[in-house]
């Protein structure tokens, strides 16, 4: 069948419309349908992508074809006989990895945005044209995709073609002033595109690029169809986020987290920055070849219901950064510095002992997706502690098979399962399968992990590994945990409430159930003013904080809108929240050779 022909064209910068031209030579005989993403696979909320076209039209021979909008997402173009031709004019000013841009200095864009279906005909091959910009849009662009050229040379405007529609979605595209630097990974070309004025030193960037994809390589081995990889990073001022593909993803960081020329070290932001290139090229394996069976086809119609989430990404989250630790890219301390912060992250969570993970991945698209100031009492996430799962059955794994069995073996019988033959992983796959592996009896294991709510058994699984596991209290707003710190200089009371800045305002962001603010009467969103009638802000109440003792009683002044109004709090003791690990002091040579195969020292 003839390819489809997809022809997107930057029509207007500034006024951020791209126009996409879509045409079929075959359209079915009883009135073509379009149809545009409800979402974007890899990331679980319903988008409606066709809110953003701003006109559409049909068009056979030139002549106008009718078209009828038949819900949120789809036309339907009146019986044709001829090639038809959809026109759509999309609006694009959305900076995400998962949206689509248009503006004067660039141009960025997720096929689920701008490219409709052709529906019963997804599985033709499709072309795409990429059009420049008119003058004065454009000078100096190059075009970065992982989108397999036809007659468009290296990085440029031209000619583009896919497999099939979901090919054709699956890479994003990146226009604009790029710095790229190519490097090759287990023999495979790879690229890093950037956009934004860096000042990187593009040369130790690629060699640690290198390295962690090597490392992720060595545990699958590479697809069969990964003959290139590209990360395209949009590096402004700040933000951070990344969106996987088959063979790319798109990626936001902070350009001050990049390496300048010179740096030798590995700052905590780069550390970050190499953990998200970690973790979205291991998701190359799993979630975009090894699927639920539930995405296997994606419906991009409606929300698609998996309780394996915690599998996809929390997985996922274990292996980036023990990638980065087995690679050499960070020492064992540095590591451990990670984990301490992500167990931090899940244990000050209070919504761990109401929502499994198995729950928050079915309910991804309503909850996780889309959190509010109940969020830390009502929801776990299935991205920190999918991962201290993940950590926990891979120590369970080697304690209990004396290290014959490691949550290597599963993933790698999981990808000759479902991962080389595109088979979807069945609900229960996973489980059976690491219970196939090990000979082990995990049921009470996932029972608990997975489907309960109760505390992980991370202090006893990290200490045969010669690892210590502690807590302590929070030093305050910016403790992240994976640190010791003085007990002494730690208050020894708290509020129970997240504070923040807004417009100058300090702000109760969320209220944790049973604590002190909650108790006295606080509301997520009242301005705190005054602290036993002296005026106080988000820095001077840390301050404060440690002049007083459990039991102690304050009057906490706050404004809900525009309305004054006293509560009388009593203060609690601070929980040990904050988790740090170190290395057992007096670890035996057993525990050393555990903790060295195991973190691949
Ligand atoms: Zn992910």
């Known amino acids: 069948m003839a390819a489809h022909r997809y022809h997107i064209w930057p029509k207007d910068p500034g006024a951020h419309l791209y126009e996409v031209r879509l045409t079929v030579a075959q359209p079915a005989p009883d009135g073509q349908v379009f149809a545009m993403p409800a979402w974007i696979p890899g990331s679980y909320m319903i988008r409606d992508y066709a809110k953003h076209v701003v006109s559409a039209r049909a068009e056979a021979d030139g002549r106008e074809v009718g078209l009828t909008k038949l819900d949120k997402s789809c036309w339907r173009a009146a019986p044709s006989d001829r090639e038809l031709t959809l026109v759509l004019e999309v609006y694009a000013h959305d900076e995400s990895v998962r949206g689509a841009h ?50 468009a040379a290296e990085y440029d405007f031209g000619a583009y073609t896919t497999e099939d529609y979901a090919e054709l979605i699956d890479h994003p595209v990146e226009i604009g002033e790029l710095s790229i630097g190519e490097f090759e990974a287990g023999g495979i070309a790879h690229a890093i595109a950037i956009r934004g004025k860096t000042r990187v030193d593009m040369a130790r960037l690629c060699h640690d690029l290198q390295t962690v994809c090597e490392q992720q390589q060595s545990l699958l081995g590479p697809p069969r169809d990964l003959d290139r990889y590209l990360f395209l990073l949009n590096a402004p001022g700040s ?158 794994l080697r304690d209990e098979t004396g290290g014959s069995t490691t949550l290597d073996d599963v993933m790698k019988e999981a990808w000759s399962r479902w991962g080389e033959t595109g088979e979807g992983m069945p609900e229960e796959g996973f489980e059976k399968l690491c219970i196939e592996v090990s000979g082990l009896d995990l049921q009470d294991f996932f029972d608990a992990t997975v489907r309960g709510t109760g505390a992980l058994p991370l202090e006893s699984l990290l200490k045969s590994h010669g690892i210590d596991y502690k807590l302590r209290r929070s030093a305050g707003g910016k403790d992240k945990g994976g640190k010791r710190a003085d007990d002494a200089n ?65 009057e906490l002044s706050v404004f809900r809108g525009d309305e004054l109004i006293s509560l009388r709090m009593k203060w609690q003791e601070a929980p040990a929240d904050t988790c740090y690990l170190e290395l057992t002091e007096d670890a035996d040579d057993e525990l050393v050779s555990r903790r060295d195969a195991w973190l691949g020292q």
């Open 102 to 151: 248009l503006d004067a200095t660039h141009a960025f864009f997720n096929g689920t945005c701008v490219f409709p279906a052709v529906v019963g005909q997804e599985s033709t091959p499709c072309d795409l044209e990429i059009a420049a910009p008119e003058a004065p849009f454009g000078k100096g662009w190059r075009v970065a995709t992982s989108m397999r050229r036809v007659t």
């Open 239 to 396: 933000g951070y986020g990344g969106l996987e593909h088959r063979w790319s993803s798109a990626l936001i960081c902070g350009r001050d987290n990049l390496p300048a020329r010179g740096d030798e070290n590995v700052s905590e932001e780069y550390r970050t920055f190499l953990g998200l290139v970690s973790h979205e090229y291991f998701h190359l394996w799993n979630v975009k070849r090894m699927k639920p069976a539930a995405f296997t086809p994606y419906d991009l119609s409606r929300e698609t219901h998996t309780g394996l989430l915690w599998v996809y990404e929390g997985v996922t989250s274990y292996y980036d950064d023990l990638a980065l630790v087995r690679s050499g890219a960070v020492p064992v301390e540095s590591y451990l510095e990670v984990v301490g912060r992500t167990v931090t992250n899940v244990i000050r969570g209070q919504g761990r002992r109401r929502q499994s993970v198995a729950a928050s991945s079915f309910d991804a698209w309503t909850k996780f997706y889309k959190q509010d100031a109940n969020a830390p009492n009502a929801i776990v996430s299935y991205y920190t502690k999918g991962a201290l799962i993940a950590m926990c059955l891979d120590l369970k």
């Open 490 to 554: 730690l208050p020894s009371v708290w509020l129970g409430a997240n504070l923040g800045t807004r417009n100058g305002r300090t702000v109760f962001l969320a209220v944790h159930n049973e604590g002190p603010a909650e108790r006295a009467g606080v509301s997520p969103g009242d301005e705190l003013v005054a602290l036993d009638g002296l005026r106080i802000n988000i820095k001077g109440c840390e301050a404060r904080t440690r002049r007083y003792r459990p039991g102690d009683k304050s």
